[in-house]
């Protein structure tokens, strides 16, 4: 009765292919429910019974003692040798107080009920089991490339959940009445709510849902640092690992691309007034969405010749698939913004030459400008910077020379110094360019990494090697002055200091060489002034850095606003995001409160 | 796209000039700025100076020397064919004033970056001696156009075939020993050739401004690919330059940095013709 297939029946199921070449999902679709149900006698009435949705999540035997038309009051559970009969729990649905049936008495978790009284039928959990049920259910991993075979190719690592994974995550969460972890998503998705429409298999409207507050979440499902956002504040997350927010998040954004869900909204009315936005990262973006869903003419001015700032630049194609950058930027082509490539604003148009022509402008232009150390020999040969690393690999697309004409920077041993996303990214990427030794040179512990936590998980399966609290202090070249070594110094954590992480404290006499014919240093960025020389009347503070109002993100000069990496220094994406949608939410409020020109 | 509105070979072939419709870069372009192009989809970023501008017209000049693949892919384009991405203007414009005399040196095709500047210089009412060199007559470009703003115009070929038989920093330390009115020498070319006037004119005292060519990839300060040492500072050509203080470069970094690709740029030229 209880067959091998059991498990496969019980869930409305939703079949996600995985092409065996390319692994791209495809072809969707939705199968019929299929409850399990046989026939049982209950003091001579005639029950159907029905076997739990959960019972899979838990491998519970199911060697329940109930043969087909049983008398259920004469089943005994074999090991605590009870009747399987519940007479103490109330019906959930008509309240009489006996008779429940409670068939998994083996497993105390069956949340089947049939009142034997009335023959309701309850899917009966009291709040209290239907908590101490979702607590069973483990985080769910995403499937995810082979370990060995990603190392030599640029696809994207994990596939994302099938509807089946998707549903057993949702159904972890426990839908709290004041959700902690909505307090930690930066710009407050309504995550209980959308997490209950993937429960109900709402996949769409779910992806409807977060993109009441977030323009881009097939990429911040996938990028953003979940574990010190939302994730870090589930109350799920004080027993067991917290709901996997940031993945669905990604599967829904992800289910509603490839079916073809995303519809372009209708626009406002036109206002005849017209936006300017320097930068097309994710803080362009969204002002550029915003304002243009208000009925603004927008036009996006971008230096490379190529959109999606850092997305497309910075981060690899295989955490963050370009196709994806670019759907997104289609969508925003789609709703009638206009951009423009290859303008480096500053040198071809001024600010005050955009003023001319624009009602306002958003500064989004990022923290571009690559940080060294200054010490000894970092001008050899062979050592980059992060961002020329990257930018050759993935905006010139070098991984892929000589089809395309961009060269890639060869080592067969490869160090990079720093320990965030940027270093973890071009460490993954010399390894699949290759290289048969990768090291991250990193000045603190393993504990203050400030990469996401997949990201170092994923580094480390991929073999890359950790030497962590460690410094270099100067690199050493061969006789044609290409790197061949850097020598190091060990560090020790001191004090905690302003940002809550332990100081680093250099041990003297502690030197040593790390050999290496690679070296990619990714310690930082910061901003980039080639804007600002044509502007000296925009208020930076004492970093280089554009000072705003926090309230509406306008700057020193009227109707210019700024928001992202470039007032921030080197933050996230969805922080970028957040401040791309206060300034739009400003500006909105100061033009449409202005008479029309 | 940009469309190439007029095309002309230079030098039997090797040194090709053209012009390009880009009407804002035409607009705010100044002598000593550069643009960076991308021939097609799949192509590289490559630098290259403008080497004259028609504001009017929307139109800027740029000449190249066919040294390898992007260089060698331009060549086969003609006038009228598009090229995918033009970005400018680049790189701090030269700083021209009127000194007095000033000496401007050109080797092989920086002689065309070297005639915008000059020409600057020349409007700014300078006294302008040119010292241009090329291998050979035949690599010899823009001798009528130096001819004309130049006061003073003294060419030299390595092999004899045309003007004075030599380097340029022949008749340079000929003008140093004999004039002592110079107020300044510019110089572009062959990174080689840089260093050696560099050594010349600081015996001399005479301040020198060498414009520099590392290689880029923005252009625009991101991925600091073109750093030089200029003195004990690390600068950025691209943002920062390509004009230094000759005096202070160090030419023997710049060299070694240039040089890191040359294996694969050989592979990625062979890699076209088959
Ligand atoms: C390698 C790498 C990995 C990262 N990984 C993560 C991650 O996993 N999760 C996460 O949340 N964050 C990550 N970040 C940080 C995140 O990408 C940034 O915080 C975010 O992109 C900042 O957005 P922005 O819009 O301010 O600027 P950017 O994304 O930097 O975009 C700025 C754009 O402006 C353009 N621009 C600059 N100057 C001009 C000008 N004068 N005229 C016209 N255009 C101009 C630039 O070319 C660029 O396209 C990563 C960053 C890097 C570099
Ligand atoms: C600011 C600046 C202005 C320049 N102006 C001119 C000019 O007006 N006319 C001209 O003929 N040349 C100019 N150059 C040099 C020109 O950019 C290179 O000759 C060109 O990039 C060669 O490309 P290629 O693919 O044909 O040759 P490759 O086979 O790729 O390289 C040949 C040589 O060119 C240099 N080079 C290669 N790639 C680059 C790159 N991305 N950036 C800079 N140099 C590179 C290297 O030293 C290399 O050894 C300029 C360079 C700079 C930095
Ligand atoms: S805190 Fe966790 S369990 Fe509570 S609503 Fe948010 S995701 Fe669900
Ligand atoms: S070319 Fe990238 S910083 Fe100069």
Same mark, same amino acid.
């Given at each position: 009765?209880?067959?091998?297939?059991?498990?496969?029946?019980?869930?409305?199921?939703?079949?996600?292919?995985?092409?065996?070449?390319?692994?791209?999902?495809?072809?969707?679709?939705?199968?019929?429910?299929?409850?399990?149900?046989?026939?049982?006698?209950?003091?001579?009435?005639?029950?159907?019974?029905?076997?739990?949705?959960?019972?899979?999540?838990?491998?519970?035997?199911?060697?329940?003692?109930?043969?087909?038309?049983?008398?259920?009051?004469?089943?005994?559970?074999?090991?605590?040798?009870?009747?399987? /009969?519940?007479?103490?729990?109330?019906?959930?649905?008509?309240?009489?107080?006996?008779?429940?049936?409670?068939?998994?008495? #083996?497993?105390?978790?069956?949340?089947?009920?049939?009142?034997?009284?009335?023959?309701?039928?309850?899917?009966?959990?009291?709040?209290?089991?239907?908590?101490?049920?979702?607590?069973?259910?483990?985080?769910?991993?995403?499937?995810?490339?082979?370990?060995?075979?990603?190392?030599?190719?640029?696809?994207?690592?994990?596939?994302?959940?099938?509807?089946?994974?998707?549903?057993?995550?949702?159904?972890?969460? #426990?839908?709290?009445?004041?959700?902690?972890?909505?307090?930690?998503?930066?710009?407050?998705?309504?995550?209980?709510?959308?997490?209950?429409?993937?429960?109900?298999?709402?996949?769409?409207?779910?992806?409807?849902?977060?993109?009441?507050?977030?323009?881009?979440?097939?990429?911040?499902?996938?990028?953003? $640092?979940?574990?010190?956002?939302?994730?870090?504040?589930?109350?799920?997350?004080?027993?067991?690992?917290?709901?996997?927010?940031?993945?669905?998040?990604?599967?829904?954004?992800?289910?509603?691309?490839?079916?073809?869900?995303?519809?372009?909204?209708?626009?406002?009315?036109?206002?005849?007034?017209?936006?300017?936005?320097?930068?097309?990262?994710?803080?362009?973006?969204?002002?550029?969405?915003?304002?243009?869903?208000?009925?603004?003419?927008?036009?996006?001015?971008?230096?490379?010749?190529?959109?999606?700032?850092? #997305?497309?630049?910075?981060?690899?194609?295989?955490?963050? $698939?370009?196709?994806?950058?670019?759907?997104?930027?289609?969508?925003?082509?789609?709703?009638?913004?206009?951009?423009?490539?290859?303008?480096?604003?500053?040198?071809?148009?001024?600010?005050?030459?955009?003023?001319?022509?624009?009602?306002?402008?958003?500064?989004?232009?990022?923290?571009? #400008? @690559?940080?060294?150390?200054?010490?000894?020999?970092?001008?050899?040969?062979?050592?980059?910077?992060?961002?020329?690393?990257?930018?050759?690999?993935?905006?010139?697309?070098?991984?892929?020379?000589?089809?395309?004409?961009? $060269?890639? @920077?060869?080592?067969?041993?490869?160090?990079?110094?720093?320990?965030?996303?940027?270093?973890?990214?071009?460490?993954?990427?010399?390894?699949?360019?290759?290289?048969?030794?990768?090291? /991250?040179?990193?000045?603190?512990?393993?504990?203050?990494?400030?990469?996401?936590?997949?990201?170092?998980?994923?580094?480390?399966?991929?073999?890359? /090697?950790?030497?962590?609290?460690?410094?270099?202090?100067?690199?050493?070249?061969?006789?044609?002055?290409?790197?061949?070594?850097?020598?190091?110094?060990?560090?020790?954590?001191?004090?905690?200091?302003?940002?809550?992480?332990?100081?680093?404290?250099?041990?003297?006499?502690?030197?040593?060489?790390?050999?290496?014919?690679?070296? /990619?240093?990714?310690?930082?960025?910061?901003?980039?002034?080639?804007?600002?020389?044509?502007?000296?009347?925009?208020?930076?503070?004492?970093?280089?850095?554009?000072?705003?109002?926090?309230?509406?993100?306008?700057?020193?000069?009227?109707?210019?606003?700024?928001?992202?990496?470039?007032?921030?220094?080197?933050?996230?994406?969805?922080?970028?995001?957040?401040?791309?949608?206060?300034?739009?939410?400003?500006?909105?409020?100061?033009?449409?409160?202005?008479?029309?020109? | 796209?940009?469309?190439?509105?007029?095309?002309?070979?230079?030098?039997?072939?090797?040194?090709?000039?053209?012009?390009?419709?880009?009407?804002?870069?035409? =607009?705010?372009?100044?002598?000593?700025?550069?643009? +960076?192009? !991308?021939?097609?989809?799949?192509?590289? !970023?490559?630098?290259?100076? &403008?080497?004259?501008?028609?504001?009017?017209?929307?139109?800027?000049?740029?000449?190249?020397?066919?040294?390898? =693949?992007?260089?060698?892919?331009?060549?086969?384009?003609?006038?009228?064919?598009?090229?995918?991405?033009?970005?400018?203007?680049? *790189?701090?414009?030269?700083?021209?004033?009127?000194?007095?005399?000033?000496?401007?040196?050109?080797?092989?095709?920086?002689?065309?970056?070297?005639?915008?500047?000059? =020409?600057?210089?020349?409007?700014?009412?300078?006294?302008?001696?040119?010292?241009?060199?090329?291998?050979?007559?035949?690599?010899?470009?823009?001798?009528?156009?130096?001819?004309?703003?130049?006061?003073?115009?003294? +060419?030299?070929?390595?092999?004899?075939?045309?003007?004075?038989?030599?380097?340029?920093?022949?008749?340079?330390?000929?003008?140093?020993?004999?004039?002592?009115?110079?107020?300044?020498?510019?110089?572009?070319?062959?990174?080689?050739?840089?260093?050696?006037?560099?050594?010349?004119?600081?015996?001399?005292?005479?301040?020198?401004?060498?414009?520099?060519?590392?290689?880029?990839?923005?252009?625009?300060?991101?991925?600091?690919?073109?750093? &030089?040492?200029?003195?004990?500072?690390?600068?950025?050509?691209?943002?920062?330059?390509?004009?230094?203080? *000759?005096?202070?470069?160090?030419?023997?970094?710049?060299?070694? !940095?240039?040089?890191?690709?040359? =294996?694969?740029?050989?592979?990625?030229?062979?890699?076209?013709?088959?």
């Amino acid at each position: 009765m209880f067959d091998q297939d059991v498990k496969y029946l019980k869930f409305k199921t939703l079949i996600n292919t995985y092409c065996p070449h390319c692994h791209n999902s495809f072809n969707v679709e939705k199968k019929e429910e299929k409850s399990i149900i046989f026939k049982a006698k209950y003091k001579g009435q005639e029950i159907d019974l029905k076997l739990s949705p959960y019972l899979d999540v838990f491998d519970v035997e199911t060697s329940v003692p109930v043969k087909e038309g049983d008398e259920l009051d004469d089943v005994l559970c074999p090991k605590c040798n009870k009747s399987i /009969i519940n007479k103490t729990v109330k019906c959930g649905e008509c309240g009489s107080k006996v008779g429940e049936v409670l068939i998994s008495a #083996l497993s105390k978790l069956m949340p089947f009920y049939i009142c034997t009284k009335f023959g309701c039928e309850w899917h009966g959990l009291t709040k209290a089991d239907e908590r101490k049920l979702k607590l069973k259910i483990p985080r769910q991993d995403m499937p995810e490339q082979d370990q060995k075979l990603r190392v030599s190719n640029y696809q994207e690592v994990p596939y994302g959940y099938t509807g089946e994974l998707a549903l057993l995550e949702a159904g972890r969460c #426990l839908q709290c009445k004041d959700p902690q972890c909505v307090k930690g998503c930066p710009v407050n998705i309504d995550i209980p709510n959308f997490i209950a429409l993937i429960a109900e298999e709402k996949f769409d409207a779910a992806a409807k849902k977060i993109k009441e507050r977030n323009v881009l979440p097939s990429i911040c499902g996938r990028v953003c $640092p979940q574990e010190d956002q939302c994730e870090k504040y589930c109350i799920v997350g004080k027993k067991d690992k917290p709901v996997a927010i940031g993945r669905l998040e990604r599967f829904v954004a992800d289910y509603e691309r490839k079916m073809d869900l995303v519809k372009v909204p209708i626009i406002n009315k036109e206002t005849g007034k017209r936006i300017a936005v320097i930068g097309s990262g994710p803080a362009g973006l969204t002002v550029a969405a915003d304002m243009r869903q208000r009925g603004y003419g927008v036009t996006i001015f971008e230096a490379l010749h190529e959109t999606g700032g850092v #997305l497309t630049y910075g981060i690899p194609e295989f955490r963050l $698939p370009k196709s994806i950058v670019q759907f997104e930027i289609n969508y925003l082509k789609n709703m009638g913004c206009r951009i423009e490539t290859n303008h480096v604003i500053g040198p071809l148009l001024t600010i005050e030459e955009l003023l001319e022509n624009f009602d306002s402008v958003f500064i989004g232009v990022g923290a571009g #400008l @690559p940080v060294f150390m200054n010490i000894e020999g970092e001008n050899l040969g062979n050592v980059f910077s992060a961002n020329e690393y990257l930018t050759r690999m993935n905006l010139m697309k070098a991984y892929k020379f000589p089809e395309y004409d961009t $060269p890639m @920077p060869h080592g067969n041993k490869v160090a990079v110094i720093g320990g965030g996303n940027v270093a973890m990214d071009c460490a993954r990427s010399a390894k699949r360019a290759g290289s048969d030794e990768v090291t /991250i040179i990193y000045r603190r512990s393993r504990h203050e990494l400030p990469a996401r936590g997949e990201e170092v998980h994923h580094a480390g399966e991929e073999g890359i /090697i950790f030497k962590l609290l460690n410094n270099p202090v100067k690199y050493i070249g061969t006789d044609n002055n290409r790197i061949k070594a850097i020598e190091c110094i060990k560090m020790e954590l001191g004090e905690p200091d302003k940002s809550g992480r332990r100081r680093p404290i250099p041990i003297e006499g502690s030197n040593f060489t790390v050999e290496c014919d690679l070296a /990619i240093v990714a310690i930082g960025n910061g901003p980039n002034p080639i804007l600002f020389n044509s502007t000296p009347n925009l208020k930076l503070n004492k970093w280089g850095y554009i000072e705003v109002n926090p309230e509406t993100n306008e700057t020193s000069i009227k109707n210019v606003y700024a928001g992202g990496d470039i007032v921030t220094g080197s933050a996230t994406v969805i922080l970028a995001m957040g401040a791309g949608r206060i300034a739009a939410n400003a500006m909105h409020k100061k033009l449409s409160s202005m008479k029309k020109k | 796209m940009f469309q190439i509105v007029r095309k002309q070979e230079m030098a039997k072939g090797t040194i090709i000039r053209f012009d390009i419709s880009a009407p804002k870069i035409a =607009k705010k372009v100044k002598p000593g700025q550069f643009i +960076i192009l !991308r021939v097609n989809e799949t192509g590289e !970023r490559i630098p290259l100076t &403008v080497a004259d501008k028609d504001s009017f017209a929307g139109i800027i000049t740029i000449i190249f020397q066919v040294v390898g =693949k992007t260089t060698a892919l331009m060549r086969s384009l003609n006038t009228g064919d598009m090229i995918k991405d033009v970005v400018g203007p680049l *790189g701090k414009a030269a700083e021209i004033e009127k000194t007095g005399t000033v000496v401007m040196v050109g080797g092989g095709t920086g002689v065309a970056i070297l005639h915008h500047v000059a =020409k600057a210089y020349h409007e700014a009412g300078n006294y302008v001696i040119g010292i241009i060199g090329a291998q050979n007559m035949d690599m010899l470009i823009l001798e009528n156009e130096m001819n004309n703003i130049c006061d003073e115009l003294i +060419i030299t070929t390595d092999d004899g075939s045309y003007g004075e038989q030599g380097f340029v920093t022949g008749p340079l330390k000929t003008y140093l020993q004999e004039r002592y009115d110079i107020k300044l020498v510019y110089a572009i070319g062959p990174i080689i050739m840089m260093k050696n006037i560099c050594k010349l004119t600081k015996k001399f005292k005479i301040p020198t401004i060498v414009s520099l060519n590392p290689i880029m990839i923005d252009g625009t300060g991101m991925c600091g690919g073109c750093r &030089v040492k200029i003195g004990n500072e690390t600068k950025f050509a691209c943002v920062d330059g390509p004009d230094f203080d *000759g005096h202070k470069v160090d030419y023997d970094e710049l060299e070694n !940095r240039n040089s890191i690709y040359l =294996k694969d740029e050989k592979d990625s030229l062979l890699f076209s013709i088959r």
